[in-house]
């Protein structure tokens, strides 16, 4: 008998016909899908985390370690023998959005890889910190089981109390070095000849890229003055030890390799990680500011202290590069600086194919080094999630709370891209709108509206129910002309966007609004039956 968990996915699968060839039949027949209900998931682990073989909690050392703890709460899904010239690890991806939704939608593993005609051994991990679920597991917090989006806001309370408890700011812990033989990472070592990551499962994930990427990759660079960097950005394959390497401009590998180049210097030494922890794989995507320090911090000190735990790295063999020793591969090389050339274009996270860029570097790779069997990650940017959010997103909202106390929390929808939204205690004519106006200036807020406290910006019927009925576009709106956009909008013609700012909270009659703004009847409900809908469910 199977779950209702395997009977939705069968039925998505079969209804939209993705697998319409007969090499995708023959995948479905041989594949394996591990979803088990939030009740059977809490029976099996006995109210705790566990993993197979033993216990692990968090902070996890490897990405290994998160993906047993995904899967002891049947929450990875398992296909082998997909293939990928026909696009149906993209196709399982959209297949199993649809059927969940973005933010309950399992993570995916891909045993075995068709790729330009070959059949290459995984495994390929992907969606890899999407599930609400992820925002508690990865801080060793008490998941809720019943109501998975709760989990988001578990850890916003989590990681609230330890910000004020450190001035806003992360508390840093330095890394710890390990010797070489105690580095998982350096398991295996290839050199010369035998390097050709065109054997590894990296894929095309759209038919309009301009051929297979590396897009989970953290590039490691360093300055002379600014120190060591890491961050995520694509990288174009275009031969056996050759990748091209994309840092957007204001991205801070693209500033130090212009920094190179205006030295004069003609190389720069790189290194690419894969298969990173799930804390330096958060970080490499993002950023978490330390806003009362007058310098940027060690990034590495930064995952130690999300971690609560020291990361345990290692040098690079061909330099000083430090890395994560806990990771499955990794790529060490020289980015030449002599010869730019045409990159792109490739499916970006706004969910359009992105731009050709002109003037990006070549990364030659001389030595790779990595664990057995190692596991590689893909983002199908756009399909699915990046990174878990409760620590970034509480970290900015108190810094705009310093200057607005009324916020209460805001929250982006990662499948409405540029829209931004805001809950307040509204608590004087006009706040609203002046808040909006303060939140529109933050670089990916190109549509921000702000509510009431009575509804939810997790929920985006709520929102929709908001600007339907509570939102006066003439008196309640400020449209901005000229403003920077964020590095991927698809409708910006110069890097530049108009920008709206939304006051969609009930207009008061100061404002505009009417004598008296009629109840929600929820609200009215739920005041007389708090516990109706709890009660029910039980019944």
Same mark, same amino acid.
């Given at each position: ?31 394996? %899908?591990?979803? +088990? ?79 330009? #005609?070959? @059949? ?8 890899? /910190?999407?599930?609400?679920?992820? $925002?508690?597991?990865? @801080? ?8 998975? /989006? ?11 109390? !330890? ?31 035998? %390097? ?20 989970? #990759? ?6 002379? $003055? @600014? ?16 990748? %091209?390497?994309?840092?957007? =401009? *204001? ?55 999300? *971690? ?14 430090? %890395? ?49 069997? &190692? ?19 509480? /970290? ?12 209460? $929390? ?13 809950? !307040?205690?509204?608590?004087?004519? #006009? ?12 670089? !990916? ?25 509570? @939102?006066?576009?003439? =008196?309640? +709106? ?12 698809? +409708? +910006? &013609? ?35 039956? &708090? ?9």
């Amino acid at each position: 008998m199977t779950s209702p968990r395997k009977d939705k996915v069968a039925e998505a699968l079969s209804r939209r016909g993705f697998m319409a060839s007969s090499a995708a039949v023959a995948a479905a027949s041989t594949s394996h %899908i591990a979803l +088990s209900s939030s009740a059977q998931a809490m029976e099996q682990r006995g109210g705790r985390v566990f993993r197979r073989g033993g216990s692990q909690t968090a902070p996890f050392d490897s990405i290994r370690d998160m993906i047993d703890v995904m899967d002891s709460y049947g929450l990875v899904a398992t296909f082998k023998n997909v293939d990928q010239d026909a696009y149906e690890a993209t196709s399982i991806m959209y297949a199993l959005e649809d059927t969940y939704g973005l933010y309950e939608m399992p993570l995916v593993k891909f045993e075995n890889i068709k790729i330009s #005609g070959e @059949w290459i051994k995984g495994p390929l991990i992907a969606n890899g /910190q999407a599930h609400h679920i992820q $925002e508690t597991l990865l @801080w060793g917090l008490e998941p809720d089981l019943d109501n998975y /989006q709760n989990n988001y806001r578990i850890a916003r309370k989590h990681w609230e109390k !330890i910000f004020r408890d450190n001035d806003g700011s992360v508390p840093l812990i330095k890394p710890v070095t390990v010797a070489r033989d105690d580095a998982p990472c350096k398991e295996v070592t290839l050199e010369g000849d035998e %390097i050709d990551i065109t054997k590894m499962a990296f894929i095309q994930g759209n038919p309009g890229d301009a051929g297979r990427y590396i897009n989970t #990759g953290s590039t490691f660079t360093k300055d002379p $003055e @600014w120190g060591q960097n890491f961050g995520t950005y694509r990288c174009q394959i275009i031969g056996p030890t050759q990748v %091209i390497l994309n840092s957007e =401009p *204001r991205q801070t590998a693209n500033r130090m390799i212009a920094r190179a180049v205006e030295r004069g210097e003609t190389s720069m030494p790189m290194a690419i990680v894969f298969g990173q922890d799930p804390v330096t794989w958060m970080i490499s995507g993002t950023r978490i500011p330390n806003p009362f320090t007058s310098a940027p911090p060690d990034e590495l000190e930064v995952v130690g202290g999300l *971690r609560g735990k020291p990361l345990e790295i290692i040098t690079c063999d061909t330099n000083d590069l430090l %890395i994560p020793a806990h990771c499955e591969l990794v790529l060490e090389g020289e980015l030449d600086l002599t010869n730019p050339m045409a990159e792109g274009p490739y499916h970006e996270t706004y969910g359009y194919m992105g731009n050709r860029n002109e003037g990006r570097f070549v990364f030659n790779i001389t030595r790779v080094t990595h664990r057995k069997n &190692p596991i590689l990650m893909n983002s199908f940017t756009s399909i699915g999630g990046g990174f878990v959010k409760a620590p970034m997103d509480m /970290q900015r909202d108190m810094g705009w709370q310093k200057e607005y106390p009324q916020i209460i $929390e805001s929250y982006y929808h990662d499948n409405a891209k540029g829209v931004y939204f805001v809950r !307040i205690k509204k608590d004087r004519p #006009g706040i609203g709108l002046e808040i909006a106006k303060h939140v529109a200036q933050y670089l !990916i807020s190109k549509v921000t509206v702000v509510v009431d406290e009575d509804l939810d910006p997790m929920r985006i019927d709520e929102m929709w129910l908001a600007l339907g009925s509570r @939102w006066q576009p003439g =008196p309640a +709106s400020e449209i901005y002309k000229n403003k920077r956009a964020s590095f991927f909008e698809p +409708s +910006s &013609p110069d890097g530049t966007t108009s920008k709206i700012a939304i006051d969609a909270t009930m207009q008061w009659p100061e404002e505009g609004g009417p004598q008296v703004f009629p109840s929600l009847n929820r609200n009215l409900y739920e005041e007389t039956a &708090p516990n109706g809908v709890a009660d029910v469910r039980k019944k």
